[in-house]
Every structure is written in C-alpha cells, then in structure tokens.
C-alpha cells in the first residue's frame, strides 16, 4: 500500500471537525499492554460521545501512546485500530494491507541483556548534584545501562504511513521525550523542539532506558517520555483547548469511596490501595508505580483545570489490572485486556 501524502493527511485532520468545543487528546506511555487498552478506551470513547478522537485539535503521545496518537493524526479510527490489534481484516482507511507483527515488534515480553555501563553519565551527574531538578524516573533513567533493543519496527510503521522524513503538515501531533544527556522533557512538533520526522520522534519517545537503545534526534540522544511523566498532560495548558480527555493506562481509577467515607480523588486512591494486596515483588511493584503515576495524573489534572480546562480522566479499572498483570510488555494478554477496556471504559464514558 502506498504510504498517504503528508498533505492528505493534513487535509483529514482539518476536515475532521472544529465546531463545538475545542478537546485535545492526551495518550499516556504503558507499553504493550497500555496500548491494547488505550485502544479499547478509544473505542468506547467514540461509542459513547460520537466524539471521533483523532479529530483532537492537539494530540499528546507519551511512548506507546504516542504510536497511537500518530495513527489517529494520520486517519486511522478506533475501530480501525482494534481490528488491526485483534489481527482481523482491516477494509478502510490507512492500514488496509498493512502488516504489522505486535508479537514481535518490539522483541518479546522481557528485554535484551543490556550492554555493562551506565545509561547516561553526564545526566546522572546533573541529577546527582540537583536532585530537586529531576522526576525520579529520569534519575533511574540515568543510572540503568544501555539497552541493546531496537524499535526501529515501530519507526518502520510511521514511515510506512505518514511518508517522507518531516513533521505531519497542520497537524496537532506532539510527542514527548526527555533528552537523555540534559533530562529535559522535550515535545517534538512544537515550534521551539529540535526539528524531527515524526517516525524517529516516536521511537524516542517508545526509548524505554535499558530496554532500548535510545534514539537519536538532531544530533541529541532522546529516551522515553515517560521518564518525566506517564502522561505529560500539564503540557496541553495554554494551547487553547476547552476540554482534554486523558488516557493513563499505566495510572488506575479507583472505585468511588462506600457512603459516610471521605470523598475526593485521593480518598478513593486511598481506599483502592486497601484493597489491593498483590503478590509477588514485580506485582507489588507495579501496584506502587501505577499508585505514583496516578498522583501524578492527579497533579497535572488539577493544573490543566486551573486553567479553565474541563477535563476527563480515563484509566484501568480493578478488573482491567486483573487482566493486565504486572508485565506490560506481555503481549499474550493482548485481546483480553483490550476487549476488557472495551466494557470498562464503555461504563466511564457514558
């Protein structure tokens, strides 16, 4: 299939529908697995809004979720992406005759041994000396070596549809990276960002520190966005949207607190971390990280409203975590956890 001209695109996103209020997209980082259920999100978003999601004025992608916010840009829909996903046949729109194994993509369920050194020395030096300067996660990042993966598959994809070696004309696609000698979070498609193909944009942002070998842009090396944040979404402040739909599929949502019990988001995170007693140390882990994430979330969800934005909050539901387990690169759990998103997210939606 031929890949589509940057100036169909261009003409498919303008025309995709500005009346009504202006909404951006934020598409947080989750690997495998966030992606399958960001997926499943989208398409019971669109079920229940009739809001078509690629139609977004600005779309944020974080790692996995920027992959994903790059095919909504180029045109693909929700169900497009989920019959792909399933491996069923696609009839319309981009992907049709387009192969893409999600097995194999990016390597397997566990990553490469890394190479014997530190990821990123002069980083690690920085955030040595300015700790109070740095996420924690970009301080990890410094410290872990280099990985030996490779998500040039993943590049292959983009460059596949989108074509040529530039940025997607009038599109409002941005992905975030953090530049791994500085640790400074980077949104590739802003105008003061070094200049970038949207293809090497996203496998920086997909540059999980010693999982892959990070990505070079404009002469920088880029790692994973998620190392500043799973989300980013304090970064769609002042782009003039009226309401932001958020996507974090490695955050959680919290069953609301029984009756007489404090309310508020953190009460309900509160009430969600009594219940939940996993087992096993990766499990318990990843049951730490996503409870962190999800105060982060929290935190830039009350920065955008701040501003005056509306905004809505999707993320796992207990049932979905039951589905997704610890490892989010487990590609066998694949369809479940996606066609579980579809009746979870369907409920929330509504």
Same mark, same amino acid.
């Given at each position: ?43 019971? #978003? ?71 050194? #530190? ?41 596949? &549809? ?51 070998a990070p990505v070079e842009v404009a002469g920088s090396r880029y790692v994973d966005g998620g190392c500043w944040s799973a989300t980013n979404a304090d970064l769609m402040v002042a782009r003039g949207l009226d309401e932001v739909y958020v996507l974090a599929p490695m955050a959680l949502r919290p069953e609301w607190p029984e009756p007489g ?15 939940? *007693? ?6 318990? &882990? ?8 999800? *105060? ?7 920065? &955008?409203?701040?501003?005056? #934005? ?22 066998? *759990? ?17």
């Open positions: 299939m031929a890949s589509r001209s940057a100036e169909a695109v261009a003409t498919s996103v303008v025309a995709a529908g500005r009346s009504g209020p202006r909404r951006g997209l934020v598409l947080g980082g989750g690997g495998m697995l966030g992606a399958a259920w960001t997926i499943g999100a989208l398409c019971a #978003i669109e079920e229940a809004t009739g809001w078509r999601p690629g139609g977004a004025e600005v779309i944020l992608g974080t790692s996995a979720g920027s992959l994903l916010g790059t095919l909504l840009a180029a045109g693909v829909g929700p169900a497009e992406l989920r019959d792909h996903h399933l491996g069923l046949p696609v009839t319309t729109g981009p992907l049709v005759g387009v192969d893409f194994d999600y097995e194999t993509a990016v390597g397997g369920a566990l990553p490469p041994r890394p190479h014997p050194n #530190i990821g990123s020395p002069g980083l690690l030096r920085d955030a040595v000396r300015h700790p109070r300067d740095y996420p924690f996660l970009t301080m990890v990042s410094a410290a872990v070596p280099t990985g030996r993966g490779s998500i040039a598959g993943v590049g292959e994809l983009v460059r596949r &549809l989108v074509g040529g070696d530039g940025w997607l004309p009038g599109s409002g696609l941005r992905v975030t990276a953090v530049d791994y000698r500085t640790g400074r979070r980077v949104t590739f498609g802003d105008p003061e960002a070094p200049r970038a193909a949207v293809a090497d944009a996203v496998m920086a942002s997909c540059a999980i520190p010693g999982w892959f019990r404090p309310t508020g988001a953190l009460a309900a995170l509160r009430g969600w971390r009594e219940r939940d *007693r996993p087992k096993g140390v990766l499990a318990q &882990l990843a049951s730490r990280y996503r409870r962190a994430v999800t *105060r982060q979330l929290l935190r830039e969800a009350s920065v &955008l409203r701040a501003a005056g #934005i509306r905004v809505q909050l999707l993320a796992p539901t207990l049932a979905d975590l039951a589905v997704i387990g610890p490892n989010m690169m487990d590609s066998a *759990r694949r369809r479940d956890v996606l066609e579980t998103a579809l009746r979870t997210t369907l409920v929330r939606a509504g």
